[in-house]
């Protein structure tokens, strides 16, 4: 089973930009559909970013459209998520996830342990 390690977190200001990063392990990352969640405090996990196992599609939330780019290079093994334009509201801790389907952020499976992102105004 895959296993998940996400980086590149920290405290930036509005306006600022970021790229996390999610690591997995093992020979067949290539076949995984991936997404990317966050979970503000008292607020549901909410879906942010999927794509599929080739990068061919994408799916975003709305409130990220056009601020963040979720992308994949399965040579490192790795799925990415540019954030640009942050906002506090953007403010969570920012986990990725294996999924069954692309399009459908509810059919995730495997989770890394979330890395943080606070966006100060």
């Known amino acids: 089973q895959v296993q998940l390690v996400e980086s590149g977190g920290g405290l930036v200001q509005a306006g600022d930009s970021l790229r996390l990063s999610c690591a997995a392990s093992?020979?067949?990352?290539?076949?995984?559909?991936m997404g990317w969640f966050r979970r503000a405090p008292e607020k549901d996990r909410e879906s942010v970013a999927t794509?599929?196992?080739?990068?061919?599609?994408?799916y975003y939330a709305d409130s990220v459209k056009g601020r963040f780019t979720i992308s994949r290079d399965n040579a490192k093994n790795t799925v990415y998520l540019q954030m640009n334009s942050l906002k506090p509201e953007d403010t969570a801790l920012y986990y990725c996830?294996?999924?069954?389907?692309?399009?459908?952020?509810?059919?995730?499976?495997?989770w890394g342990q979330g890395t943080q992102v606070t966006v100060s105004s």
């Open positions: 996830a294996t999924l069954k389907y692309w399009y459908d952020p509810g059919s995730y499976d495997t």
């Open positions: 093992g020979r067949t990352f290539s076949r995984y559909n």
């Open positions: 794509i599929n196992w080739s990068g061919g599609n994408t």
